[in-house]
């Protein structure tokens, strides 16, 4: 509890006393272009045999001669939009941007950058880590989109190749009961996964005392936590948007 209440507070402390506007603009561009760009390589490789493993693995369980082929795009369509882009991939972007935001920020706190900033009466905290969550917002909704177009095509060619289903159903299957809010439903859910990530994240490396062994310790503490988040506000937020 005394860490969530130090979180809280960390919070708090990023939206007052904060600088003016313009100087965080080049810093969030900055920011977009190394967490974004950095990115797009592992959610482009992940993405893509995750779409193919979905399609084999549904042919594989949908044995039973009456269900129409189409449903193995229909299952993937929602299983990508729903949970694997928006969830699996915010656990990858917590591997890659979370423990990059971490040690960043370790490492400045352990050599006293971060002391001697606080010192020239700069809000460290908004300073610092105010453009790495805007950064996050903006960008990993963007790469959730990029990971479900990639999930969905990974998923067409290995469904052609294996020979489990046409080209036909497979695009009859993406259109057929498809719910718009499903998509708004993701994209809530990928601001919020983004926030949580980017937060907890600079939140451990921040508060990192010590030498090199505690800013690892400090970044792996960061992903395990923005993992755990992000599994605790996928099921609250699937129970508030979907079943309410």
Not at 2 to 27: A, D, H, P, S
Not at 118 to 146: D, H, Q, R
Not at 174 to 192: E, T
Request: charge should be negative.
């Amino acid at each position: 509890m005394g860490q969530l209440g130090r979180y809280f507070i960390f919070l708090y402390n990023m939206f007052t006393n904060r600088e003016n506007f313009g100087v965080y603009v080049k810093m969030v561009v900055n920011e977009c272009y190394q967490i974004g760009v950095n990115s797009v390589f592992i959610f482009v490789l992940v993405s893509s045999f995750m779409g193919a493993v979905t399609v084999v693995q549904t042919a594989h369980n949908l044995i039973s001669p009456l269900i129409p082929d189409y449903v193995i795009a229909l299952v993937t369509r929602d299983m990508a939009i729903l949970e694997m882009s928006p969830t699996i991939m915010a656990i990858v972007f917590a591997g890659k941007v979370g423990s990059n935001i971490s040690s960043e920020l370790g490492t400045m706190r352990i050599s006293e950058q971060i002391d001697a900033i606080e010192v020239m009466g700069i809000n460290a905290t908004s300073y610092l880590v105010l453009p790495k969550v805007i950064a996050s917002l903006i960008v990993y909704p963007l790469l959730v989109i990029l990971s479900a177009g990639l999930l969905l095509l990974g998923g067409y060619f290995a469904g052609i190749m294996t020979g489990v289903i046409t080209p036909h159903e497979y695009a009859y299957g993406l259109r057929a009961d498809f719910i718009p809010f499903n998509v708004s439903f993701a994209l809530i859910k990928s601001f919020a996964f983004a926030f949580l990530v980017s937060s907890i994240s600079a939140f451990w490396g921040f508060h990192t005392r010590g030498g090199a062994l505690e800013v690892g310790i400090a970044s792996t503490g960061a992903v395990t936590s923005s993992c755990i988040a992000i599994l605790i506000a996928d099921y609250l937020l699937a129970q508030l948007l979907l079943v309410f």
